[in-house]
């Protein structure tokens, strides 16, 4: 039996006036995230990822507007109002992002950034907000924390910076967390001292997560499922597991045969040609002008995602295709 999604994207379209036309940013994006699952939403930088959370928080950008339907526990987050919104915002839903010094006051301490929101919104007292991050801090890996709480982002690497940020969206004990690539300004060392913290935090809370990422290993590795996107479009949706093993999709097969190999040496096979956004898109498939297998059919007719093998897909000749695409990405 399916669990009841706890936040949906619902035909999501994402367009911004552009000297004197209207470009497509997202086109009729849809996934769900279930409670206490872990969604990866995948694909090439412009792809529409970070769009798309962002559209769920709220907070595009001025001149972009959001057409179809954004859930959260069954309720249209572009109707809310003020009140709604700020509640939503506070209490339901956190995000993490890319680079935590661009969301981090400069001017303000670690203590001040933590606690803030927790105390002006009434969820606790300064003091409570304290205690709680202190032991949040602890478990995430940060010694000293009544030290590092007076102290200035400008003093913390980049490490520890993101576990502040880890922390400052478990405060308020959310429902759902949105990771916008949390890992990508971190060396690699760090990336897997970041990721397994976060991991562990969130399962233990059962705590939902949408987990945007370039990086399709690292996505099937720490998701229970996975949202491949192309130029606006999500192409495949399906269990990680499936996904990584048996790709039904051109473009999913295409980003696992040009991944490095860490058994043996091999050369790369890049996807030919560049990536395109969505308003670059033409009338038939996006992906086509890049695929092996695109024929007529998919440069003049854009394919509608359908159920093959449990998984969604978005792909005109994918059951005469899906033994080749194993083959490739294998």
Do not use: W
């Amino acid at each position: 039996m399916t669990p009841p999604s706890l936040f949906t994207l619902d035909d999501l379209n994402l367009r911004v006036r552009h000297r004197r036309t209207e470009r497509t940013l997202v086109r009729d994006a849809s996934l769900n995230v279930a409670a206490a699952e872990s969604v990866g939403l995948v694909g090439e930088s412009g792809s529409g990822k970070s769009m798309s959370i962002k559209s769920a928080m709220r907070l595009l950008p001025r001149g972009v507007t959001a057409e179809g339907r954004i859930e959260f526990d069954g309720r249209d987050v572009l109707s809310y109002n003020r009140a709604d919104l700020a509640h939503y915002r506070s209490r339901d839903v956190a995000m993490i992002h890319q680079d935590p010094r661009a969301y981090i006051n400069p001017t303000r301490t670690i203590s001040q950034f933590l606690t803030e929101g927790a105390v002006h919104t009434g969820q606790m007292s300064r003091d409570e907000a304290i205690e709680r991050a202190c032991a949040l801090m602890a478990d995430v890996g940060i010694a000293g924390a009544h030290r590092r709480l007076e102290q200035f982002p400008h003093q913390l690497s980049g490490g520890l910076l993101q576990r502040v940020m880890i922390v400052a969206a478990l405060l308020p004990s959310p429902r759902l967390i949105f990771a916008d690539e949390p890992t990508t300004a971190l060396d690699v060392t760090v990336q897997s001292d970041v990721m397994a913290i976060l991991l562990e935090q969130i399962r233990d809370r059962h705590v939902s997560m949408l987990f945007v990422t370039h990086d399709l290993d690292l996505a099937a590795a720490v998701t229970d499922r996975l949202a491949v996107m192309y130029a606006g479009s999500i192409v495949e949706t399906g269990t990680s597991a499936e996904i990584y093993s048996r790709p039904l999709h051109p473009y999913t097969a295409g980003l696992l045969q040009s991944r490095p190999s860490t058994t043996g040496v091999h050369r790369l096979t890049a996807i030919p040609g560049r990536p395109i956004a969505a308003y670059e898109a033409d009338e038939g498939c996006s992906f086509a002008p890049r695929c092996a297998f695109a024929t007529d059919q998919c440069r003049t007719s854009r394919p509608r995602s359908r159920t093959v093998e449990g998984r969604s897909v978005a792909c005109h000749r994918v059951e005469e295709i899906a033994d080749d695409l194993k083959d490739r990405a294998s």
